[in-house]
Antibody, heavy 120, light 107 residues
Framework: EVQLVESGGTLVKPGGSLSLTCAAS????????VSWVRQAPGKGLEWVAS????????YYSDSVKGRFTVSRDNARNSLFLQMTSVRGDDTALYFC?????????????WGQGALVTVSS | EIVMTQSPATLSVSPGERATLSCRAS??????LAWYQQKPGQSPALLIY???IRANGVPARFSGRGSGTEFTLTITSLQSEDSAVYYC?????????FGGGTKVEIK
């Protein structure tokens, strides 16, 4: 069974930093593109970042470019999101999503999310 | 950036009736359009990709149509478990973008 489990969500002050982790299982992680998608409370979905299986290509939304860094460790079946200089509009539930790239990219499996709250 | 616009924002439909949801792209996305279902308190789930291809395990009452800039998701014979927010997403160009969602309520 495909599983994606996010961790690291927390309360952080504006301007602070934190790191999210997504642990993957049930599929060959190293063969897939993976992504972060977020959802602010009561709002819709917003794509954040994606990286290809070998990390050769990395894509960021303009809203996080220069502040967030996405990375992966295929040996540990893990995806990471390093968040710096966070601000109030980064408050959201952050989903890890397996991303089908062949004719995509679209998100074919999702985790349950990690809640990040930015507040003083 | 390609802007995705969904309508209506909310749709109230009786059980057994048909629900038709619309998604419009600000420029052509060919058939690179996906639909997701998000039930209350749950993460999104892929319903449709390639504008009209049902994902594994998706019931046949869900169907997608369209290409270019105009797309529809139709739910025939609505069931109570179909109460959810539905999002479209284009994947023709970076950045990947979602529509604002349509909430389907059961009357």
């Amino acid at each position: 069974e495909v599983q994606l489990v996010e961790s690291g969500g927390t309360l952080v002050k504006p301007g602070g930093s934190l790191s999210l982790t997504c642990a993957a299982s049930g599929f060959k992680f190293g063969d897939y593109m993976v992504s972060w998608v977020r959802q602010a409370p009561g709002k819709g979905l917003e794509w954040v970042a994606s990286l290809t299986s070998s990390s050769r290509f990395i894509y960021y939304s303009d809203s996080v470019k220069g502040r967030f860094t996405v990375s992966r460790d295929n040996a540990r079946n893990s995806l990471f999101l390093q968040m710096t200089s966070v601000r109030g509009d980064d408050t959201a539930l952050y989903f890890c999503a397996r991303t089908y790239y062949g004719s995509g990219p679209y998100f074919d499996r999702w985790g349950q999310g990690a809640l990040v709250t930015v507040s003083s | 950036e390609i802007v995705m616009t969904q309508s209506p924002a909310t749709l109230s439909v009786s059980p057994g009736e048909r629900a038709t949801l619309s998604c419009r792209a600000s420029q052509t996305v060919s058939s690179k359009l996906a639909w997701y279902q998000q039930k209350p308190g749950q993460s999104p789930a892929l319903l449709i990709y390639g504008a009209s291809i049902r994902a594994n395990g998706v019931p046949a009452r869900f169907s997608g149509r369209g290409s270019g800039t105009e797309f529809t998701l139709t739910i025939t014979s609505l069931q109570s478990e179909d109460s959810a927010v539905y999002y479209c997403q284009q994947y023709d160009n970076w950045p990947l973008t979602f529509g604002g969602g349509t909430k389907v309520e059961i009357k």
